[in-house]
Each structure stands twice: as C-alpha cells, then as structure tokens.
C-alpha cells in the first residue's frame, strides 16, 4: 500500500516538473524580453539572465536618450489606443446588432445574409487589401485614423459569435419585452447585452488584440511619423534604430501591457465565455 502511494507520488511530482518546465519554455521568450528591456546596455543580448538592471532604455524611449532627439514613442502609444479602441468599440456595435437581426428577427434574405457571413469567414482577407487601400485613396483618407478604423469596423468572426450566441436565448424573454411596448434596441441592450457579458468578455479581448498586434494594413495606409502606431513604429526600429536594441525591448514590452491589463480585469469573464464557445 506505502509503496503503491509512493509511486503515485512521484508520478504526480514528475508531472509537476514537466509542466513546469514546457510552461518555462512557452513564457521565457516574453521574461528574456522583459529582463532585457530592463538590462544595463553592456548586458542585453550577452546572457540569459542580466545581472545588472537599469531604467536607460525606457528613458531613452521616452525622453530621446543620448542624442536628445525625441522619438515618436508616445505618440504612436496613443495612436494605437486610439485606433485599437475606436475598431474594437465599433465592431462590438455592429456585431451585437447583425447579430440580433440575424438571431432573432425574421426578413426576407436573413438566410442569404447568414450564409455570407459564413462564406466571407473563410475568405482570404489579403485579396482584398488592395481593393481596400485603392477605396481609402480615391475617398481621400489616406494617412488619416479613419483610414485604420474604418475598413477595420466590421468583424464577420463577431457576427457569428454572438448570432449563435443569441440563438440560445430563449424567445419568450423577447416576446414578453415586446409585450410591454419594449422596442427592439431596448430589448438589444436591456435584455440580450446584460445576458451575454461572458461572450462579450471573449470577443471584446479577441478583436481588441487583433487589431492592437495589426501592421500590414496601419503600414500601407499612413506615411507621416505623426499617425504611425506603435507596430509600425517597431517594425521600422529596425532600420534606424537597430543599434538600440534596449529601447526594443522596452517598446515590446510597453505593446504587451494593455493587453496584458485587459486579460486581468475581463480574466474571469473571458473563462466563461470560453466554456460556452467550447460547447
């Protein structure tokens, strides 16, 4: 019996030590970035663990470091932000609202409309990424925000999360708000919103971390220093500011916090929602 539980012991020990150890190696890469964007310049990229640690390259980042030429830094931070949250919020609204029109009311052609958004699910978005730059130009966004929030307004995968969501509400909730002279928006946001925050939560941090991590489209549609987001102004470090790989590290970390800060505040909403989405 003592040696049957041992062994069961260290089976379960061994398991803790392989998890472990494939978790270490799934988050590393993320703390070698971390640790760097902190690391004295003598030690970045020379060992795995720095051992001298300093703020110079979030200075540099933020105040123009040696030179003391500013780097758009900030700016781009905020233009992410407001390009991200002005996308994201505009996909949400027009998601929830297809989506009841397609869970819940009946119209001619709510099949065909259905069956589109499924097709256009599967279709290769990048086919049309010149059509959407050629449109931007000849309407003159170009180089504006609206040029990266507009064609980014529309989340097809949204639709059809929150379509099939509502399916699942049942219909007398709807019948009984209509009874009491309940118009349709109110019935939208008083009854099938306050219902769906777990869902909500899940496709919220879903389309908000598209579209912060989006480059390709931000890239084609602005040119001056003024309207880059923080991608782009990373994808571009490389170039001119290669030889500063401390300020790297600290602008991809400084990329990975407002997600990282949604994650804790919608965590518990995002692990129901998930459940339900795995039914």
Same mark, same amino acid.
């Given at each position: ?104 009311? @009946? ?7 259905? @069956? ?109 220093? @003024? ?53």
């Amino acid at each position: 019996m003592v040696g049957s539980k041992e062994k069961s012991k260290l089976r379960l020990t061994l398991r803790y030590i392989i998890a472990s150890a494939l978790l270490l190696v799934m988050v590393y890469p993320y703390l070698y970035m971390v640790l760097n964007s902190f690391a004295d310049w003598t030690q970045i990229d020379k060992q795995l663990v720095p051992s001298k640690f300093t703020l110079k390259s979030y200075e540099w980042l933020f105040t123009g470091g040696e030179v003391g030429i500013a780097r758009p830094w900030v700016n781009a931070f905020f233009n992410s932000i407001i390009v991200s949250v002005a996308s994201t919020a505009l996909m949400m609204v027009f998601g929830v609202m297809v989506a009841y029109a397609l869970s819940k009311l @009946n119209f001619k052609g709510r099949d065909t409309v259905n @069956n589109f958004v499924l097709f256009h699910m599967f279709f290769p978005a990048i086919i049309l990424l010149i059509p959407q730059f050629l449109v931007i130009q000849k309407v003159g966004l170009y180089d504006t925000y609206w040029a990266m929030i507009i064609p980014k307004a529309v989340s097809l995968w949204a639709i059809f999360m929150y379509t099939n969501f509502f399916k699942a509400i049942p219909t007398v909730f709807i019948e009984a708000a209509k009874l009491d002279g309940a118009s349709d928006f109110k019935i939208l946001y008083r009854i099938m919103m306050p219902m769906s925050k777990s869902i909500t939560a899940v496709i919220f941090l879903f389309l908000l971390m598209e579209r912060w991590t989006e480059l390709l489209w931000d890239m084609l549609v602005v040119r001056s220093d @003024n309207m880059l987001t923080l991608n782009v102004l990373l994808s571009q470090m490389f170039g001119p500011y290669g030889s500063y790989p401390g300020p790297l590290y600290a602008a991809s970390v400084i990329l990975t916090v407002p997600i990282i800060i949604m994650f804790a505040i919608f965590g518990k909403k995002f692990k129901e929602g998930m459940q339900f989405s795995l039914k």
